[in-house]
């Protein structure tokens, strides 16, 4: 069984950063693709940022891309979202999702395990 758990989130204003965090059990954590999605209040939720099992791929959705990093320490079990030069439009609850083999999916039906989320406002 993989259990996820965020945390990180909180209200900060435009252009500030925030990290998000995500712990994850399970002994088969640096196996996995590691993503992080958003859901906007209204909205869909939608693919931010993943990062393949082996650090060596990422891809970032164009609305976040030179501003979000996503990174990952397998000894922890931890994968991070850096998010610098917020945006109202950033504000979300931020899900961190985890995907077996070894490429690095964008779409959330290719993640077998999901988080609670974690809420990131960020006012203007």
């Not at 979202?81 to 995907?99: F, G, H, I, R, W």
Request: with cysteine; charged share 20%; hydrophobic share 30%.
């Amino acid at each position: 069984q993989v259990q996820l758990v965020e945390s990180g989130g909180d209200l900060v204003q435009a252009g500030g950063s925030l990290r998000l965090s995500c712990a994850i059990s399970g002994r088969t954590f640096s196996s996995k693709a590691m993503g992080w999605f958003r859901q906007p209040p209204g909205k869909e939720r939608e693919f931010v940022a993943v990062l393949s099992w082996n650090g060596e791929t990422t891809y970032y959705a164009d609305s976040v891309k030179g501003r979000f990093t996503i990174s990952r320490d397998n000894a922890k079990n931890t994968v991070y979202l850096q998010m610098n030069s917020l945006k109202p439009e950033d504000t979300a609850v931020y899900y961190c999702a985890a995907a077996p083999g070894r490429g690095a999916p964008n779409r959330a039906y290719e993640y077998h395990y999901w988080g609670q989320g974690t809420q990131v406002t960020v006012s203007s």
